[in-house]
């Protein structure tokens, strides 16, 4: 079961095939691919085929409430597209890009692990195709434009800057950057403001690129970004500064999915990358939608625990987009019930019956939420070598009662082969035809009975509280039209409620909904509950200190 091999070490030692490989094995010719080097390439979105999507079946992968390590979400779901592929089913995983900032923090890397990893690792983990910066730039242009605007003698909108609230971004952890004041040094250098930076992750530039469905979409959702307000209480849009093309010619390249590989060459798209906690924490729906034209199952994950990842995947991106997953995936770790059932961070590997009892009352909450959108999920163990028999038993004997599979994942150990068995049972669900999406609420219901059926039904509060600000944000919601939006709430990810302290399956809180912020060119409105950071940073030991590449150009060090 266990392996001393780093990430890295496993992911150098793999022999990657040419892209053009992978691409014929989805039936693309080598003429239409857009090559980045031998491994990498875009993917026109001439590909994607409403005929092929309305067949294909859409598996989500989210998981239990996590621990700060996070319970495997990724490699789960490349493995088990590695064990579909096994077992002789046409699949794509399809997956977010990683952000630089944690790369360089605290994570070292997020493309899987072990033997269940998307490859090539390195450029993955890194610059990529560069999307990320495509997505930067566009966002910086239009901060540059608005400044430029109110320092315009004659072409100013009248934009009050103290109204501002569309900051600029760069994929990196510093937190010197957060709050700042920008236009010192004199009047040629523009109007002196308060201004900050957010992580390229948090843009809503991001965001947008992963609701659009096609390039018209997206010049529309562009256009629509709010921006502030004038002198005159009037709102401002990114289209009043004429900034759409130009925002969408940086974003040219960067809307087309990027196609790699696992390690098993098995085809991987690989596109967008918003937070879980803040955004929608999935990939674009193009790359979703790319997967589903070019094969017969399409594995894909949403960030953190299914109360945010899986909750937003559902209810905003699969309505928005009309998609309908045939099947959930449900990741636990038995560290993770450990740590629910109040083992603290240095016994997380130490076996223990009664903390797993304990602890699973988190993950019996997210069966019920899974099934309260018409899925049945099955739960994927994701084996760890501190795993005993017992503990994986209790946990199956526990889920069988509530009507739910729970399988033994070992794609980190063991790649596609050990993950066979989790395949059978979720291609068992999708024949079996019990699974039927619902949403769990409709959009068009007013705002505040969304976030409480959010808050109640997932989260399991008996009710929300409104601050002073966010009554009047809500005010500001219905006078610019945006009623009808769904919902994207920012909450901490290490508890059902907003207090992260409270592990478990927490019962009699409340959540507070601070402010509101709303994504109108996304299509989102963003209840801030508790306090949310948009630019991390860098831990007292960054993972860049352990980074190291030799005169070749190979790199160690990045997990």
């Avoid at 952890?173 to 403001?193: E, F, H, Q």
């Avoid at 918003?274 to 994950?301: C, H, R, W």
């Avoid at 969304?450 to 808050?455: L, M, N, Y």
């Amino acid at each position: 079961m266990s392996h001393n091999r780093t990430d890295i070490d496993i992911a150098q030692s793999n022999e990657m095939h040419h892209i053009k490989k992978i691409a014929a094995n989805l039936n693309i010719q080598e003429d239409d691919l857009e090559m980045y080097g031998k491994y990498k390439a875009k993917l026109p979105l001439s590909f994607l085929s409403p005929e092929k999507i309305s067949k294909s079946n859409l598996i989500l992968v989210t998981a239990m409430t996590p621990t700060p390590a996070g319970e495997g979400k990724t490699t789960t779901s490349i493995g088990l597209t590695e064990g579909l592929n096994k077992i002789g089913k046409k699949a794509t995983v399809v997956l977010r890009e990683p952000s630089l900032g944690p790369v360089f923090g605290i994570k070292g890397g997020a493309a899987g692990g072990g033997f269940a990893q998307v490859v090539p690792m390195e450029d993955i983990n890194l610059h990529f195709t560069g999307d990320f910066s495509a997505i930067e730039k566009a966002n910086n242009l239009l901060s540059a434009l608005i400044d430029n605007n109110i320092q315009s003698k004659t072409n100013s909108l009248g934009i009050d800057p103290r109204t501002i609230v569309w900051k600029r971004v760069m994929d990196m952890n510093d937190r010197a950057l957060r709050s700042i004041v920008i236009g010192l040094g004199g009047t040629a250098n523009g109007i002196p403001r308060e201004d900050g930076f957010n992580i390229t992750p948090a843009s809503e530039v991001m965001a947008i690129l992963c609701m659009s469905e096609n390039f018209a979409d997206l010049k529309q959702r562009l256009g629509n970004i709010f921006i502030g307000y004038t002198l005159q209480r009037a709102p401002i849009y990114a289209r009043d500064l004429k900034a759409e093309n130009a925002m969408a010619i940086l974003l040219k390249d960067a809307i087309k999915p990027n196609l790699v590989q696992t390690l098993e060459g098995n085809p991987a798209i690989i596109h967008g990358g918003p937070f879980a906690n803040i955004a929608q924490g999935t990939n674009t729906i193009i790359a979703t939608k790319m997967g589903m034209s070019l094969s017969d199952y399409v594995v894909t994950e949403a960030g953190f625990g299914a109360d945010l990842g899986a909750e937003k995947f559902l209810n905003i991106k699969c309505v928005s987009a009309g998609l309908k997953p045939k099947a959930l995936v449900l990741v636990a770790t038995i560290r993770a019930l450990r740590h629910h059932g109040g083992a603290p961070k240095e016994e997380y590997n130490t076996p223990s019956i009664d903390r797993v009892s304990e602890g699973f009352s988190n993950l019996e909450k997210h069966i019920e939420n899974c099934k309260g959108f018409g899925l049945n999920p099955v739960v994927a163990i994701n084996a760890f070598p501190s795993d005993t028999e017992e503990e994986v038993k209790f946990i199956q004997g526990k889920c069988k009662a509530l009507g739910v599979n729970a399988v033994v994942a070992k794609g980190w150990a063991d790649g596609g082969e050990g993950m066979k068995d989790l395949a059978q049972a979720v291609v068992e669900v999708i024949d079996s035809g019990v699974n039927h999406f619902m949403p769990l609420y409709d959009w068009k219901s007013p705002v505040k009975e969304k976030i409480e059926t959010i808050a109640t039904k997932i989260y399991g509060a008996n009710g929300v509280i409104f601050s002073k600000k966010a009554l009047i944000d809500l005010r500001r919601i219905d006078k610019l039209g945006l009623n009808e939006l769904p919902i994207c709430m920012a909450k901490t990810q290490k508890s059902f409620s907003d207090n992260d302290k409270l592990l478990g399956r927490p019962t009699g809180f409340e959540v507070e909904v601070r402010e509101f912020e709303y994504a109108v060119g996304a299509g989102f409105i963003i209840p801030i509950l508790g306090k949310m950071m948009r630019m991390p940073g860098l831990p007292a030991t960054p993972a860049s200190a352990h980074m190291e590449i030799d005169d070749n150009g190979v790199i160690s060090g990045l997990s």
